[in-house]
């Protein structure tokens, strides 16, 4: 019927023995491919897809249709154009991995439910040109059969390359797409069973009153075919109940199974929590002994057998189940009458999706699976070049704070899936909490999620994120609040509106989503077993093992007695383990490359060869690699030098790293906020050299004083084109640029707001350590400053003012004006201290050939990061500080620093300022990294004569 | 006696706003080039004291004493105790066999004084309860008993127990006071000096004897210094510099500082003019046993000890009253004012108009200059009024209020504080480029290299 599809060969390489002999080398990961594409054109596969985008695909086997595409993300019909998704769910779905066991497995009384693990598969369909990385899940439903419902999510692309390459982010992020629909799955599927639960006790009930009535209607011993067949219809109801609570007992079970998916991050959090939880829940059990009493009084009255054989089976049934039928006993609900036939089977409607999951789970996941979509956006070049970028920086920790501070982003990525996982965890918590529920961009989760000292910074930093209305405020309010000229305005400044925006951000969500969560918990009292249901997320199991739990003691066997296990099954527990722990150092330090994760994919997922060949060597090379750049490398090594294949080391790293382009301060990041999705696709397709495009619809990044905050990719390229603009129209701006770079405060003077903080928000792009908010640039002042203000803030938008205030800070203006720099925008002048170097001629040329702001910032990102390095260098330079023989002075050391300096960096005094600026933040930072210290911080400056330059 | 009084007072005459001097921001010899802004209180901070070659306590009207680390800037302790502003602090210091121990004793508005352990930040002793708030605090190492001045005069041991007290009859109490030998104490009180003898009876207890009044000043004593063991000094409101001998108390030399009005010197400046009372207090004396430093108003005015002459001056050193002023050396010397600036200014020779004279004549300046020959000085008289001149070298510009005080901890750097609240320690960039230096490399050792740093 269907021709089987093009499974793409994917097979693992031996991975190369080969450990980094030279530990002196330049590591792998610093390396720059030269193309990785050097026989074929990467855009050539692309032409004859029928579809322009990569697109996320959901589709299901209905039972009663076939195969149906469900829902594709984006949800925008041009997407897909021609591409006919019918055909495609029918390809994806007919790769019928699961040989799901439904039924009563021997020996047993009871259906079984089968705990099928997930599967992922690249597959191709060479003639449609799409390919497709096509991840399997079954969720439960009571209605359906054998419980089980397939259903699938499938990235689907033009570039076989992009998914093969991809392949394990893609897995990692389709994991937790499919993690998060099954735990709302499970949720939804407990409360189901309760539900028909309840439904068949009082089925039973009503029956047992109707059969004693007959028979005490009927003449004594003598039964009618009447009253048989009522008995026998019992004792239906009555296997039924069994039936569902062994069901129940399955599904609450299900956690306790072993994980073995090296995707399924665990966290100490989420594992105490779910201990404590447990633990709580045994407790309620206990209490709910008590109020179940009455409840065997009133059934004893019923049937004396049926009596019996409850308590009896009471007695071994699990705890959860009496738990849940004491709970069931207050709720609300009213049980129904279950008819004796079921429905037939396409008469019935079967749930959807969204049905099938929690709410909140179903739209978590689909903001999960958006936000995959919006990070793979862009060709393989483009994603493979900023995942390169990321891992450059991330190697360069010790100065990337000089001038691209947004990379703690990235270390924040680095636990992301854990974040993810924990998100949809904590949501129990929430719930009970009644905290918003779910919520998966990451501010908000980093309120209540467990991590480290890299996300605590975060907080701050998005805490303090001054925002660009704050900004706008009248000049008043600040002249008030910068008049404090002290820690309270840097308060001010941080403005609490976008706090509060974000607050009520949260807050509508959190309506917005406890509003369904709400009456579940009013609805169903049984919620408490549920809980354990739904704390599972720590560990799943990635192997294509279908599991199916055969009882507690299988379960502890680590599941291989399981009769399904058809693949790889000497992947057993302590490689789970092992996996765990590796996902637990991957969360403490966010470096360290990801758990292997080929062998359990490679029976199932067949991929290029390319993929996975250095990961064992790459794990290798991280720590060496840090090392040896304590020590200088010689100034060559920073020379290309790879092979077009070793690029992808760094995969490892970014399975690990993985974009959020949900969070405000992803400055590199792809900016796609909650509602910059028109900058985040622009942003993409600039990545991938597409034309910019001219219009957006956010007004932050239309706004020039966007600088408050973390400042988005495309704010810094706005900000670029400004810094062009400067540099093109002022002859003095290379002593500008000095100024900022070498320390000095530039203060920015002009009558009109508006070109003051376009000017300044150009400027800060050079100004060294701004701060993740850009806590060293002060927009807009309009009072008299002081020095604690300059020792803050290296770059200062003065009003002009005419008035008797105005004297007043011209007062101050030539009081400090040893410590300052002028630039005064009305009359065109700039009064700085003379600059005669060279280094600052490439970014600051006058007649400077570059025409747009992207390139010019890119251009000058080259350039700081040049500076950054040297700095780097000079820094951590041993014999430029410090004598290298007890006979030595102080002077020896100098002397060769400014022999470095001037020789070896061919730089003039002036120049050589600047590198000494740079490398005295480098090492204040070093000694100090949290810049909260006890002492205060100190500020260095130099008494030299001024000059005033004119256009 | 050189009397020097080259302008009359009948000119109260348009005072104009003296001529801002200006060095520019070149200054080469100006070594602090960082500092660091030390944050902390919330009123004037008035003092500061040192505790030893790296600690400073700082006090004010905020009523708190904090205790900083000079060489880093951290904030060490905070000595809280006293309700109303601080108005002396000074240390006290006990050496045992082993160690010394330095103490702090403050005295305060709320007429309370307070005995602190600047390393642990106890407040050890509290006196309360006093009569008066003590304006003046002075230790007597020898006798080991320190001294409060107030509307009277008490004598406390170590141990905060009052050992003889006696009651003045001027009404604003004593203003300062110096130690003289031969057991005696200067106080001076509104106009007058007073001395005391304190004796030491056979069983050990003290007593206190008023030993003379002088009274020759005309107008209120504002300073009070001890020069050397044979001399002290003192300054009043309306200039008048009297040096008396401090064993018979007897006065050495009287000067009365009034700046010429209009005179054809061989200064640079002239000023034309007139003094108001103001602008001719001596706000502070300080001197380094050959010269004394006064702050005249906002001039300054180097007077030697040996030759009782006027060595140098400036008569607008500053552009408002100087209140603290130290000499660095024989030639540096450093004062801080109300505008907000603390200068430094080096006494440099003039370039004489004609030939020099003798190079024996000379060659004595210069050795009166340097006082490095333990040659017994020359009291011949000098028939040049005025060979000297006081250059600025450089200026530190940072505080947006007054001055009050600074302290100099030699290389290390500079404290000073204001009336902006803050204090700001002045550092050499280099040196302390080399310190960080040190540290980084330290902490490198520590960390085993770059890899485990902790970011």
Known sequence: ?????????????????????????????????????????????????????????????????????????????????????????????????????????????????????????VLGDSKEGAFAYVHHLTLYDLEARGFVRPFCMAYVSADERKIMMQFEELSRRFSQASECLKTGNRRAFAKELQRKLRDLEYTRSVLQKEEGLQREAGPQGIYSAHVVEKANELANVEKSIYEHRDLLRQISLYPCRPRRDPHAAT??????????????????????????????TYRGERVEDGGSQDGESRGKKEDEEEGVEGVGRRSSYTPQLIKAKPAKCFDKRLKTLQELCDQTFYEATVELLKETERSFRGDLCYLHTRRLDRALRRKQQITNFLFEEDLGEDDKEGGGSIRLFCAVNHTVDNNRLACPPIVLCPQPLELNVLDLASETSHTQGSDLRPGGSQLESSPSDQTLETHESSEETKCSFSSDRSVEGQVEGDQSLASMKSVPADPDLTFDPDLTPEQDLTIDMERQSTSEEAETTAGED????????????????????????????????????????????????????CMAQEGFLYEASLREDVEPGLRSSSYPPPPHSLVVKQEPQATLPLQGDYAVGSPHSESPTAGFDLPAGPHGDAVSRCSAEEGSDCTMSASTGSDRAASPLGYGGVMTLRQRKKAAQGALRFVRQYPFALQALWCLLSGRTLVVLGTDEGRVRRLVSALALFVPAPGRCSERVQPWLSCPFNLTDLQRWKLIGLQRVASPAGSNMLYSLSRYSRYISILDVDQKTLRCPPYRGRLLANIADHRTCLRRGSTYFLHVQSALSGLAARAFLLTFTHHLHLPVSSQEGPEAAEGRRRGFLEEQLGLGEEDGQILLYLSGLVSQRYLQPDMGAAAAPSFSFTYTTSVLYKI | ????????????????????????????????????????????????????????????????????????????????????????????????????????????????????????????????????????????ERLCVWVSGAAELCVWNKDFQLQCQRHNQSDTGITSMIELPKNCIAAAMDKEIVIYRLTVSTDFSLSMAEMRCLSDHQDNIRALILVDDGLFASGSHVGELILWDSTDWNILAYEHILWEESQADTQSEIRLTAPKPSEMSIQHLTTNGKLILAAVGSGLYVYSVWTKAVVAYRRVAHDSNILHTMLLSDSELMSCSEDGSLRMWEMQDLPLPAEPASPGFFGMWSFGRSGKAPVPPTKKIMELPSVRTLELTGDLIGHSGAVQMFLSFGEMGLVTCSTDHLLILWKNRERQSHLRSLALFKKLEDNDGLGHSVF
């Not at chain 2, 702090?104 to 106890?122: C, E, F, K």
């Open chain 1, 554 to 605: 299988e379960v502890e066997n680590g599941g291989d007695v399981t009769p399904l296990s058809l693949l790889d099954s000497e992947l057993d527990a302590s490689r789970g383990d092992e996996c765990e722990e590796q996902g637990e150092k991957r969360c403490a330090d966010g470096t360290v490359t990801k758990p292997e994760l080929s062998a359990p994919l490679d029976t199932a997922c």
């Open chain 1, 267 to 296: 966290c100490r959090k989420c594992i105490t929590d779910c201990l404590s939880e447990s633990k709580e829940l045994l407790d309620k059990y206990v209490t709910l002994d008590d109020p179940l009493k009455p409840n065997y």
């Open chain 1, 1 to 121: 019927m269907i021709g089987s599809p093009d499974v793409v060969a994917f097979t693992k390489e031996e991975e190369n023995g080969e450990t980094n002999a030279d530990s002196w080398a330049l590591p792998e990961e610093f390396s720059v491919p030269l193309n990785p594409h050097v026989n074929s054109n990467p855009w050539a596969k692309t032409s004859f897809a029928k579809f322009t985008k990569d697109f996320i695909l959901i589709s299901e086997f209905s039972e009663q249709v076939g195969p149906q595409p469900l829902l594709t993300i984006p949800d925008d019909p041009k997407v897909c154009g021609t591409f006919d998704l019918n055909y495609f769910s029918l390809r994806i779905m007919s790769v019928d991995y699961q040989a799901s066991f439904v039924g009563h497995p021997p020996g047993s009384g009871y259906p079984r439910l089968s705990f099928v693990e997930d599967s992922r598969v």
């Open chain 2, 1 to 140: 006696m050189l009397r020097w009084i080259l302008g009359g007072r009948e000119s109260h005459g348009a005072v104009e706003k003296s001529p801002v001097l200006c060095i520019g921001e070149e200054q080469p010899q100006n070594w602090f080039t960082e500092l660091q802004v030390l944050k902390g209180h919330f009123d004037i901070v008035r003092f500061l004291v040192q505790i030893d070659d790296f600690r400073c306590a700082s006090a004010g009207d905020d009523g708190l004493i904090f205790v900083w680390n000079v060489e880093t800037g951290e904030k060490l302790l905070e000595l809280r105790g006293h309700s109303q502003q601080i108005t002396a602090l000074t240390t006290l210091t006990c050496t045992t066999e082993d160690a010394t121990h330095t103490s702090l004793i403050s005295a305060s508005s709320d007429r309370t004084l307070s005995l602190w352990d600047p390393d642990t930040g106890n407040r050890v002793q509290t006196i309360s309860d006093l009569q008066s708030s003590v304006k003046c605090l002075l230790v007597l």
